[in-house]
């Protein structure tokens, strides 16, 4: 009975071995530091929010304008939290102008642009709205739209994509 009950175990194994492998993803906490390096944003603090399809960021004194025959707009952003300094200004091609409902189900026309994230070690291209949010406790909102196919969200913790794994001494 032992030696069958091996065997198969040993046909299993084999068999998997032949499947594709799934990659992996990679878990972060339910708010993580992130960088906007095309913004030169070094560091915001940023709510993982896997009910919001977009990701937003809060801007201000946003001005739209045209070079070249293409729509821009500028703004400022302040990166750190109930903090009026640093103030970074910005500038970005316009990729949308889209109605976005907000939490409380008011419709609000927003911006969109692209800009990269850097989470972790990983960066990617994401769409980012830029609206006002002085009110709310984060700056920037990642929404799930961004996360896609790249994290899994372990809502227990906190700022774990850039943890190093301890080393012991042996």
């Not at 399809?53 to 001005?63: G, N, P, Q, V």
């Not at 409380?104 to 990983?122: C, D, F, H, P």
């Not at 830029?130 to 700022?159: E, H, K, P």
Request: hydrophobic share 40%; net charge positive; with cysteine.
């Amino acid at each position: 009975m032992v030696i069958k009950r091996k065997k198969i175990a040993e046909k299993n194994a084999t068999a998997d071995s032949a499947l594709p492998k799934k990659r992996v993803k990679k878990v972060i906490g339910w708010r993580e530091w992130v960088r906007l390096p095309d913004l030169n944003v070094g560091r915001i603090k940023a709510k993982i929010d896997t009910g919001a399809r977009t990701s937003a960021l809060h801007a201000f004194k946003i001005t739209p304008f045209t070079k070249d025959g293409a729509a821009y707009v500028r703004f400022q952003v302040h990166p750190l939290q109930r903090l009026r300094k640093p103030e970074i200004t910005c500038v970005a091609l316009v990729i949308d102008h889209r109605g976005i409902t907000d939490s409380s189900g008011r419709v609000e026309q927003r911006y969109v642009i692209r800009t990269t994230l850097k989470l972790g070690k990983l960066r990617w291209p994401i769409e980012l709205t830029l609206t006002n949010r002085d009110q709310m406790g984060f700056r920037m909102l990642i929404g799930r739209q961004a996360l896609r196919r790249r994290y899994l969200v372990d809502t227990g913790r906190s700022f774990i994509a850039r943890k190093k794994k301890k080393i012991s001494a042996a």
